[in-house]
T-cell receptor, first 110, second 116 residues
Framework: QKEVEQNSGPLSVPEGAIASLNCTYSDRVSQSFFWYRQYSGKSPELIMSIYSNGDKEDGRFTAQLNKASQYVSLLIRDSQPSDSATYLCAVNTNAGKSTFGDGTTLTVKP | EAGVTQFPSHSVIEKGQTVTLRCDPISGHDNLYWYRRVMGKEIKFLLHFVKESKQDESGMPNNRFLAERTGGTYSTLKVQPAELEDSGVYFC??????????????FGPGTRLTVT
């Protein structure tokens, strides 16, 4: 079992729809959770961080965390073609390293 | 404020040669991380510096890899001798002072290493 697993892609949604990206993690002592967006050939760009159970909203993005279920998700409302990218879930357990999932590729079709 | 920078952006070397990658973190960031993504795999942690000290080097694949951070500023990652399986994209990231899992890490553009 991988330490961080993301829903297999690719994911395709029409423009204006809600895109839902999911991530589960295996280490119960994980403390912080991050979503990165990575365009092809570019570096990961941090878009959301979440540390406590519940929802965190930032513009069109909402991160949801459920530590009991070891589950974190990212919702993108009103999806735009510019949101087309690979989304990476990362989990931190200690002060250092992030453990990444494989990523989910999202395509938003005009 | 300048972001994390890495040099070179792309390096092509032959098996057995040596390559040195450089990372300049965001000014004032004590934490510096190296990650690697090989083709088809997820981004994997290599090591973590706090200032000039190696905090965690559990991800370093073998002793052909040597990382340094002299003076707690920029860092270098040397691969000697390079093998074919070392090909991939090497990312550097930095986060602010202190040892906390809550600090957000900011990534550099990466160095694409190709070993032929």
């Amino acid at each position: 079992q991988k330490e961080v697993e993301q829903n297999s892609g690719p994911l395709s949604v029409p423009e204006g729809a809600i895109a839902s990206l999911n991530c589960t993690y295996s280490d119960r002592v994980s403390q912080s959770f991050f979503w990165y967006r990575q365009y092809s050939g570019k570096s990961p760009e941090l878009i959301m961080s979440i540390y406590s159970n519940g929802d965190k909203e930032d513009g069109r993005f909402t991160a949801q965390l459920n530590k009991a279920s070891q589950y974190v998700s990212l919702l993108i409302r009103d999806s735009q073609p510019s949101d087309s990218a690979t989304y990476l879930c990362a989990v931190n357990t200690n002060a250092g390293k992030s453990t990444f999932g494989d990523g989910t590729t999202l395509t938003v079709k005009p | 404020e300048a972001g994390v920078t890495q040099f070179p952006s792309h390096s092509v070397i032959e098996k057995g040669q040596t390559v040195t990658l450089r990372c300049d973190p965001i000014s004032g960031h004590d934490n510096l991380y190296w990650y690697r993504r090989v083709m088809g795999k997820e981004i994997k942690f290599l090591l973590h510096f706090v200032k000039e000290s190696k905090q965690d080097e559990s991800g370093m694949p073998n002793n052909r890899f040597l990382a340094e951070r002299t003076g707690g500023t920029y860092s270098t990652l040397k691969v000697q001798p390079a093998e074919l399986e070392d090909s991939g994209v090497y990312f550097c990231a930095s986060s602010q002072e202190g040892g906390s899992p809550y600090y957000e890490q900011y990534f550099g553009p990466g160095t694409r290493l190709t070993v032929t």
